[in-house]
């Protein structure tokens, strides 16, 4: 069966430091992999997806920035954080497009 | 732009009350809809998938509607415990695998 991992679960950093949250999924090749973050008050907002290796589509320009260094991690990066970034960052994945998408635990940032 | 709004944002209820749950959005050229719970503090967790050709979708004591041309679904939840206590996204799926989701709808069901 497949699985999504993320990491850490909870991250408290200071404004203007670097961020990495981690994604990976097991049992699975070649999936669509998603970044969205889930702001207090606001629905889920996409933020970036990716259909393979390297190719990452941005949806929301930003200081955050995604990389897909293997077929099935997705990394959400940043190198100055914002107070505006904390939030709950969430990873999901599917096979291909127009199925449902299979979301990970979650990271909750809260930037100070 | 599509944007898909959840009515009512909070709802409580008794325990064994059937309830409806309401989505609209405002471009009718989606793929699918889907519902989402979500616990608090907790990832998402797909309860149905319809495709736009579906007008329904059933899944034990859940069931969900589509109307495509007017813009709505609904997600009916029979004989509720308090362990549906959770919040429910709605969401919509445009070109390119992206998702729009509502607000949600925060649902309290009392013993």
């Known amino acids: 069966s497949q699985t999504i991992h993320q990491w850490p679960a909870t991250l408290v950093q200071p404004v203007g430091s670097p961020l990495s949250l981690e994604c990976t999924v097991e049992g699975t090749s070649n999936p669509n992999l998603y970044w969205y973050r889930q702001a207090a008050g606001r629905g889920l907002q996409l933020l970036f997806y990716s259909v393979g290796i390297g190719q990452i589509s941005s949806e929301v320009p930003q200081n955050l920035s995604a990389s897909r260094p293997q077929d099935r991690q997705f990394i959400l990066s940043s190198k100055k954080l914002l107070l505006s970034d904390s939030g709950f960052y969430l990873c999901?994945?599917?096979?291909?497009?127009?199925?449902?998408?299979?979301f990970g635990p979650g990271t909750r940032l809260l930037v100070l | 732009k599509q944007e898909v709004t959840q009515i009512p944002a909070a709802l409580s209820v008794p325990e064994g009350e059937n309830l409806v749950l309401n989505c609209s959005f405002t471009d009718s050229a989606i793929y699918n809809l889907q519902w989402f719970r979500q616990d608090p503090g907790k990832g998402l967790t797909s309860l149905l998938l319809i495709q736009s050709s579906q007008r329904e979708q059933t899944s034990g004591r859940l069931n969900a509607s589509l109307d495509k041309s007017s813009g709505r679904s609904t997600l009916y939840i029979a004989a509720s415990q308090p362990g549906d206590s959770a919040t429910y996204l709605c969401?919509?799926?445009?070109?390119?695998?992206?998702?729009?989701f509502g607000e949600g709808t925060q649902l309290t069901v009392n013993p």
């Open positions: 999901a994945w599917n096979n291909r497009g127009r199925e449902t998408q299979y």
């Open positions: 969401a919509v799926e445009t070109s390119g695998s992206r998702l729009t």
